[in-house]
């Protein structure tokens, strides 16, 4: 007589097999279900992001935000009456960390109108306002290119700059003969 040992069956082996079988299949269509909702939360994100930044837009003053041109301008009426739209949109609109608008000028992009109040409020260390006609030295290339040509665009990926990681739309601002005066950028963090 043969004495049995621990080696599985036949059929116990295959019900091994079906079950990693299984296993993987049901492990790989999660995967899938989770990159398709991913992509389209991410494009969820993007649109809404395009179209706050849209609306935005329209609340600056395209003839107003033209004439700021000089630092001494922040003082004004003037800049007060061209920021107070956009701080309110931002008091607002807790999703949002920054909006503000930019021109280029020489090649170089600069602030105009920063709705973030002046001071440090996340403690980093660093203004968060920044001031009008300040350079913007870690400019994104979709900002860049939406300054340059006027096409709407959020950007493909987060970028980081001295303010943290991103992802900004970056709209057109026209004055009321529909020239292209500058840019409104909306930012909001990667980890909202």
Do not use: C
């Amino acid at each position: 007589r043969r004495r049995r040992g621990l080696v599985p069956s036949r059929p116990v082996l295959e019900g091994l097999g079906a079950g990693a079988v299984l296993l993987a299949t049901a492990m790989l269509s999660i995967a899938a279900v989770f990159r398709t909702a991913s992509r389209a939360f991410d494009e969820e994100v993007r649109a809404g992001l395009m179209n706050f930044a849209h609306a935005a837009a329209a609340l600056v003053d395209g003839d107003l935000h033209r004439r700021l041109v000089s630092p001494e301008q922040e003082a004004t009426q003037a800049y007060a009456a061209a920021i107070e739209p956009l701080r309110k949109v931002l008091d607002q609109a807790s999703d949002l960390r920054f909006v503000y608008t930019v021109v280029l000028v020489q090649d170089q992009v600069h602030f105009v109108l920063d709705a973030t109040p002046p001071g440090d409020a996340d403690g980093d260390g660093v203004e968060d306002h920044s001031a009008l006609m300040e350079p913007y030295e870690d400019a994104d290339p979709e900002m860049l290119a939406t300054l340059r040509d006027g096409v709407a665009r959020v950007t493909a990926e987060p970028y980081s700059d001295g303010w943290g990681t991103f992802i900004s739309a970056f709209v057109p601002l026209r004055d009321s003969q529909r020239r292209q005066i500058g840019i409104l950028g909306a930012d909001i963090t990667l980890a909202r």
